[in-house]
């Protein structure tokens, strides 16, 4: 059982009820094989970085899915290849850390690297932060301790002085 | 006439402390780059959108090749450009 990744880019010409039966029909014919499929992400209208059959732009669409047969990725590209309202694909398979990044993604853990990398140093700094606040309590204890002796010091020298003086 | 002080900086101080290079994905633990996130992978191309190399990004040699792979898919699916000018 491995997990496959097929990103498709839809013809943006055609209704959106044409685009949604492309996505539709990859998708029962998935579920007819007997596959899990894991998610279904939209991404939407985007601009092409380079235009493809005269397209400046593409739906996309990305399912993730458990297939047991490793044969049947053929059919599904064949038949995506065949198809004309499919202007791009690309399947990929999964190893366990990819597995596991879309889990994140999805769960909304990784919206950005940067505020990933932020994350990780805000939870060193809170590791950092209570020993230092250890060691200014311990650090006040001291200083307490010291007033206080020097007090009873003093004490004591007034006592001694008084004691003279009388 | 420049006083001593002025001469003092008339060479960048900074010049000749060039910075460690280090891996991204090793120091910070990065296990998978998503094909599908054109603004990440933007970092490591140029502005023609051709793969930087190695000495310059600072990349191990595994995840460098990863980062190649990476930036091909996503040249296959028009995340990012073929050949241009300007991308950044």
Not at chain 1, 16 to 38: A, F, P, R, W
Not at chain 1, 71 to 77: G, R, T, V, W
Not at chain 2, 19 to 31: E, H, L, Q, S
């Amino acid at each position: 059982m491995r997990q496959y990744e097929t990103t498709f880019i839809v013809d943006p010409v055609l209704s959106d009820e044409e685009i949604k039966s492309t996505l539709q029909t990859y998708q029962e014919m998935l579920k007819n094989e007997g596959c899990e499929i894991v998610h279904t992400e939209e991404m939407g209208l985007k601009q092409l970085a380079y235009p493809i059959k005269r397209r400046n732009s593409g739906v996309y669409y990305c399912v993730e899915f458990k297939l047991e047969s490793p044969s049947f990725i053929d059919k599904l590209e064949l038949s995506l290849r065949r198809d004309e309202r499919v202007m791009r694909f690309l399947t990929v398979s999964l190893d366990k850390f990819g597995v596991k990044y879309n889990e994140d993604k999805r769960n909304g853990l990784i919206g950005n690297r940067k505020k990933e990398d932020e994350a990780k140093a805000e939870e060193t700094k809170e590791e950092k932060a209570p020993k230092a606040v250890a060691d200014e309590k311990e650090v006040i204890q001291k200083v307490k301790a010291a007033k206080e002796e020097l007090a009873a010091v003093s004490v004591a020298a007034d006592a001694v002085a008084n004691q003279e003086e009388e | 006439m420049a006083s001593r002080d002025d001469i003092k900086f008339l060479s960048n101080p900074k010049i000749g402390q060039n910075r460690k290079k280090y891996c991204r994905f090793k120091r910070y633990g990065i296990r998978h780059i998503d094909y599908k996130d054109p603004d990440f992978l933007l970092q490591f191309v140029n502005e023609q959108g051709k793969l930087l190399p190695r000495r310059i990004t600072g990349n191990s040699l595994k995840w460098q090749r990863r980062i190649a792979v990476a930036v091909k898919r996503a040249r296959h699916l028009a995340m990012l450009p073929y050949l241009t000018d300007q991308l950044k």
